[in-house]
């Protein structure tokens, strides 16, 4: 006897799963899909196609399609530039060149900053560039910048203008000598005068000799030997208050109290971090190894009101023994007041100073993490600093909070490391990044506090991110929007880039809904030739600022007159809420604008060709075996509902064809397939059918109609043919028609035969 059962789908909230077993496949997660969006009560409605903004505009790079196309196209966001607070913004970068829009007017791909005019980064054609903000100013760091580049932002002019920043540190490496550290030479190299230079043995101290003479020669003359790497010039002091050379340096004294067993505090010069060598030689007018660091700056982030620099991938040229290898370190500045701060990594007092020499909270310095094989991202959170290697994960937090030089622990969170520092997402203080080995999300602990990662991947969507190209994952673009509590990465599925194929030309887009922790892909299309490309996203302010002038008038009506006889009037900014908190920023050729998903005829590009290319939504749900993997079903019947669509009509034709044509028409097309069947060749494929009808015979009065049935939702009944073991359907749109799917039910019927 055959058994039925009725059982409803009305959710869709678990997105795309690839990580379940056909025997044990979740119920309200898809198998595939593309270009649905999810939506919070679990039903799923057509992505809009991606178009120009409204009122848009196409600016010229004046570059050349085979330079954009091996170059990098980027976006970045600066918030209230000189404190302004009815200015934000993007950042347009096209390889060297930056031009500025403000992303609070209505269409900011007309709305240029700095008169239209960009600012060229010397040297920039390909790399990877960063930004932070300190102090209502944009630091801009990246691999072919030799320096970064701080750019500030005139209200009165709406001008940017850029300067370099130089990063200094105290020299805590010295040269190298051939010496040991208790070894005092008969003989003084200009590398060991160096180091004494650098150890404190400076031309002003006062020896217990008249006429004073260098504390080093001093010390030649009346030992025979120079000092070590181990005598600090303090170890001499006269210490008999009662002697007029009270607290004067004499080698004899040195001698009986130095140990010269330990290096002794270095760092009394302050040089270039980079150009090491030419530094020490020009402060000592010495002649010294060249030792240039080759490798620049390539992250950097504000915290604890101070700049945190690092990337560095080390080169040393000219070098020694005792060059740094700056691939693991982080360089971090003084508590910032002031711009001449911005490069200053190093402590103020003099270490070596017999004084004041005491390293202070307010200082800056450096970390060096040995472990770390490269640094590719610093990012800041509400209570340490973060640091993304390629070999793992660690922090930087403070004893007591925020971040003190003289105080501050370091903690590894994860051996999982990253190639990509674009892929992670601050979300409300926790870090989501795709790693070597998934998308991994880093959260608090709830009771240290310390940070913790795990992987929210493994369990959902790890086949899926496996599949994508290491090309994709190492160019990938991350966004948290905010308004929708959405992450979304932009990516390439490709294995290759071409002059038609950008680097940041990206196709694809991978969402995850941070409320439902669900998935789910989109595809964005091209146009056969000549295709605007998506380049990155744009972070859009929840609301636009426009003016509105008006004239100031007396009781009778009359304007008010200056002494110039000019109209006075009263300029009010006006704030319109905007839908979107995102758009994205395009490339169409040589030229660049503002896009965004719009089109409600559902397809991609229109406005580009005045045609535009339809894209497929779809989507495979999870198999159902009605609790029996063993017995064949069949299914009579399946309930499809879906929210009706249709809202007005619009008349065609005139005369004896006069007609009126629906608005916003739906479509679902749905196709069951059997037994586990992945292709056609099964057998187990049924006939696709159209499971949105309106039932109802309905006449307009006229073009005004509004079609309004009384009914919200759309339900029918279908026959579905075949039969199997499990059921899985595949749903997908209609060219140009609508689609939001609410749920569907089922009718089973169990047979005695399997």
């Known amino acids: 006897m055959a058994t039925t059962l009725e059982k409803p789908y009305n959710t869709f909230v678990k997105g795309l799963i690839t990580e379940a077993s056909p025997l044990t496949f979740p119920e309200n997660a898809s198998i595939d899909e593309q270009n649905f969006v999810l939506n919070r009560d679990g039903s799923r409605s057509r992505r809009l196609g991606i178009d120009y903004e409204n009122l848009y505009a196409l600016k010229s790079t004046g570059q050349s399609l085979s330079q954009l196309a091996s170059g990098r196209q980027d976006l970045f966001r600066w918030d209230s530039p000189a404190g302004s607070a009815d200015v934000t913004i993007g950042v347009v970068r096209s390889n060297e060149k930056l031009w500025f829009i403000n992303l609070l007017s209505a269409n900011p791909s007309d709305n240029f900053l700095n008169s239209g005019n960009y600012i060229s980064l010397s040297g920039v054609t ?19 910048l030799e320096q970064p580049i701080l750019l ?35 003989t003084l190299s200009n590398a060991h005068k160096y180091n004494l230079r650098n150890q404190g043995w400076n031309s002003s101290i006062v020896t217990a000799v008249t006429p004073a003479v260098d504390a080093i020669d001093y010390t030649f003359t009346e030992l025979g030997l120079y000092p070590s790497n181990g005598d600090g010039w303090t170890f001499g002091k006269l210490s008999n208050p009662g002697s007029a050379d009270y607290e004067k340096y004499d080698p004899d004294t040195l001698v009986k ?66 060059s740094p290898n700056y691939s693991g370190y982080v360089f971090f500045t003084q508590v910032v007041s002031t711009d001449d701060q911005l490069g200053k990594c190093h402590q103020e007092a003099d270490p070596t100073a017999p004084g004041i020499n005491a390293l202070v909270a307010s200082d800056g310095g450096s970390i060096q993490i040995p472990e770390i094989t490269q640094i590719v991202k610093i990012a800041s959170s509400q209570q340490s600093l973060l640091v993304f290697a390629e070999n793992g994960v660690w922090e930087i937090y403070g004893d007591t909070g925020g971040f003190n030089a003289n105080s501050f622990q370091l903690n590894k969170i994860s051996t999982n490391g990253i190639s990509n520092g674009n892929s992670i997402v601050n979300v409300n203080g926790n870090y989501i990044y795709w790693s070597k080995a998934g998308v991994y999300e880093l959260s608090p602990d709830s009771v240290s506090g310390r940070f913790k990662a795990q992987s929210i991947s493994l369990g959902s969507i790890q086949s899926f991110f496996i599949d994508i190209p290491d090309l994709g994952k190492n160019n990938c673009k991350g966004f948290y929007d905010e308004k929708e509590n959405r992450i979304r990465w932009l990516y390439n599925d490709t294995d290759s880039y071409s002059a038609t194929n950008y680097i940041t030309g990206y196709n694809k887009e991978l969402i995850l809904d941070l409320s439902l922790k669900a998935w789910y892909p989109q595809h964005i299309s091209s146009l056969a030739s000549g295709s605007p490309t998506v380049a990155d996203y744009i972070e859009i302010p929840g609301y636009a600022v426009s003016s509105s002038v008006t004239g100031v008038e007396v009781t009778s009506g009359d304007s008010v007159i200056n002494t110039a006889g000019t109209s006075v009037v009263v300029t009010e900014n006006i704030q319109t809420n905007r839908v979107s908190g995102f758009r994205f920023l395009t490339f169409k050729g040589t030229q660049f604008t503002v896009s965004l998903y719009k089109n409600t005829a559902f397809k991609d590009w229109v406005t580009a060709d005045s045609t535009g290319v339809d894209y497929s939504s779809y989507l495979v749900t999870g198999y159902e075996l009605f609790k029996d993997s063993t017995k064949r079903k069949q299914v009579p019947y399946i309930f499809f509902y879906l929210k009706k669509t249709e809202d007005g009509f619009t008349a065609a034709g005139s005369g004896t064809g006069a007609h009126f044509t629906l608005n916003n028409q739906s479509s679902c097309r749905v196709q069951a397939q059997w037994n586990w069947a992945d292709s056609v060749n099964s057998g187990k494929w049924g006939l696709e059918f159209q499971a949105y009808r309106l039932l109802r015979m309905y006449i307009p009065t006229g073009a005004a109609d509004k079609f309004d049935t009384g009914e919200a939702v759309v339900v029918t009944k279908n026959k579905l043919r075949g039969s199997g073991k499990t059921l899985s359907l595949k749903i997908q749109s209609e060219e140009g028609k609508d689609m939001k799917l609410l749920g569907w039910s089922v009718q089973a019927v169990a047979l005695t035969k399997a």
Do not use: C, H, M
């Open 257 to 322: 109290n130095s140990t010269s067993q330990y290096f002794v505090s270095r760092g009394s010069n302050i040089i270039d971090a980079f150009t090491r060598g030419s530094q020490r030689s020009t402060l000592t007018s010495l002649a010294l190894p060249n030792d240039l660091e080759q490798g620049n700056i390539t992250t950097a982030a504000s915290y604890a009101q101070r700049v945190f620099y690092s990337g560095v991938a080390s080169n040393v040229t000219g070098g020694d023994s005792k």
């Open 152 to 186: 500030s932002y005139d209200k009165s002019s709406e001008a940017v203008t850029q300067t370099t920043i130089d990063i200094f540190v105290r020299d805590i490496w010295g040269v190298d000598d051939g010496l040991t550290i208790s070894e005092r030479p008969t």
């Open 126 to 144: 390909n790399g990877k560039l960063e930004t932070t903000i300190i102090n209502n100013k944009l630091i801009i760091v990246g691999k072919q």
